[in-house]
């Protein structure tokens, strides 16, 4: 036993995305898992789309799933260049998704289409153009969950450079909420999908937005160095900054992220929002830039893009998994791909592969991602990926069979609830130990019946059933035997 700190978990859900609640680990590790590619969510084939859909964001609401994304006119439909629009969808199962005709934007001369705001060119980052309409760049939404926020801002979105707020009561009827830009900044920054979300955990109102990580120190400095490492142009790394507000108005200064130990990557987005059954585990799904990392040949690239449009190959993306539990440190246990790029050409390009902001609910067992396929190409598409509830990162332990213990905590309630899976030849059991790991009798190991399966809320019993509740509010810590299996969370409940 190594640590002394007590935790309080109360009856939060703890997932085993981090080393947050493990002590020791003997004979297992973590294990990262992979998404099943469930196929195309949404064909991104409507001229005012084009190849340049981008920057999605998805999130449910009641009994109904909200998606919004990028579209950009495609100029070879007679609309004048790509004029950016914000797009809507909807959808009753994250399944089959629907384009409602909205009427509010007029695009090639018709009001038959999703958009909800229509705004800037392509590449363009002021806050509104030239006719007072949101920049749709980088529109960025988020479902306001404070408690007793105005009815009037439920939905808020950030969009330009430096941001500019604003909200809606719908989420397709936008106000600007203040009059200049919320944030601002000294460095180059803000050309991307810029998040923000309140945080119940924190209390307050968070955002995560594109910054610039010198390389030296001055600019002339970082751009030298770019040029040197990449072969081309550059500010900087791409890197990611963090900003706290109490009205969504006023905000702190940037604080550029920490990854840890961890080699230098440049992420392309961040995709941060706290996962919906345990809100105070931020949740980011990021794209990872390989900048020179030319996968396909020019001549086999070329083919895949239509005439007119800028071809993209010269690097290539994926997805990378991260967590943070508040403040400015991200946890990158894992380095290696969440989703990888796969099997097709058509996904070895450069700005590919881009997560959307949220993971949703999709049914009793699963959950949905989404990821943008095959960027500036004619079969541009958003996928959908489906995991297992809690299923990000497991403890896992082979045949061979292992244990860990985790730190002292308190908790609140009478039963322990965990998500598991093993083998037809493999078990867990589950001990309850004093502060200082000693077995408390009742719950020693070999009064825990071994047991199997694979369920997201199993109830542990002991010999005596599965009540708990003597021991709330006292400082515990939990051991797990395991063999062939995985355990994904744990949570106490009444």
């Known amino acids: ?28 590790e973590l294990k990262l898992h992979e ?12 001229p005012w789309e084009s190849p340049y859909a981008c920057y999605f ?29 914000t797009c809507y969808a909807e959808s009753s199962d994250g399944i089959v998704w629907e384009r409602p005709q909205l009427g509010l934007v007029e695009i090639n001369g018709s009001y038959d289409n999703n958009a909800i705001t229509r705004g800037g060119n392509y590449g363009s980052s002021i806050a509104l153009d030239e006719n007072r309409q949101p920049n749709s760049n980088y529109f960025s939404v988020t479902m306001d969950t404070r408690p007793g926020v105005d009815p009037s801002e439920k939905f808020k979105a950030l969009s330009g450079s430096p941001p500019s707020a604003f909200v809606s009561e719908d989420g397709i009827h936008w106000n600007r909420l203040t009059q ?47 040029r040197k490492r990449f072969g081309k142009d550059g500010h900087g790394l791409r890197w990611i900054s963090r900003t706290t507000s109490d009205d969504f108005v006023n905000w702190t200064p940037l604080v550029q992220m920490d990854y840890g130990d961890t080699p230098d990557e440049q992420l392309y987005t961040n995709g941060t929002h706290p996962y919906f059954r345990a809100p105070h585990i931020y949740i980011s799904l990021a794209k990872r830039f390989m900048e020179g990392r030319k996968a396909l040949p020019d001549e086999q690239a070329e083919q895949f893009f239509a005439d007119g449009v800028e071809k993209y190959y010269s690097d290539s993306s994926d997805s990378v998994f991260m967590t943070s539990r508040g403040g400015n440190r991200y946890d990158r246990t894992f380095m290696e791909g969440f989703i990888r790029p796969g099997p097709s050409p058509r996904d ?37 990926y489906s995991i297992r509830l809690d299923g990000f990162i497991s403890v896992n332990a082979d045949y061979s069979g292992g244990e860990f213990v985790t730190k002292p905590f308190k908790f609140k309630g009478n039963k322990l609830e965990i998500n598991y899976a093993t083998s037809a030849a493999g078990g867990i059991q589950v001990e309850i130990l004093n502060q200082e790991g000693f077995p408390i009798a009742g719950y020693r190991l070999e009064e825990c019946p071994e047991f199997f399966g694979d369920e997201i809320d199993r109830i542990v019993e002991w010999e005596n059933g599965p009540d708990v509740g003597i021991l709330e509010g006292k400082v515990v810590r939990l051991r797990f035997y395991m063999k062939d299996a995985d355990l994904y969370s744990v949570k106490f409940t009444d």
Request: glycine share 8%; proline share 5%.
């Open 57 to 85: 964001t998805v999130f449910k609401e009641e009994d109904r799933y909200r998606m919004y994304y990028r579209g950009l006119n495609d100029p070879s439909s007679g609309g004048g260049g790509h004029s950016a629009s």
């Open 348 to 384: 070895w390009i450069n700005r590919d592969n881009t997560p959307a902001l949220g993971v949703v609910p999709g049914g009793d067992r699963d959950m949905y991602i989404y990821r943008l396929s095959q960027y500036g190409q004619p079969t541009v598409h958003l996928s959908r």
């Open 180 to 226: 200049k830009p919320v944030m601002s900044h000294d460095k180059p920054a803000w050309d991307s999908q810029n998040v923000a979300f309140w945080s119940d955990s924190e209390g307050c109102y968070v955002a995560y937005v594109r910054e610039w990580k010198l390389l030296g120190n001055t600019l002339e400095e970082s751009s030298l160095e770019y």
């Open 1 to 28: 036993m190594v640590s002394t700190a007590i935790l309080d978990i109360g009856s939060r859900r703890e997932l085993f995305v981090d080393y947050y609640l493990i002590d020791s680990m003997e004979d297992v």
């Open 35 to 46: 998404p099943r590619n469930e196929g195309v969510a949404l064909q991104l084939d409507q």
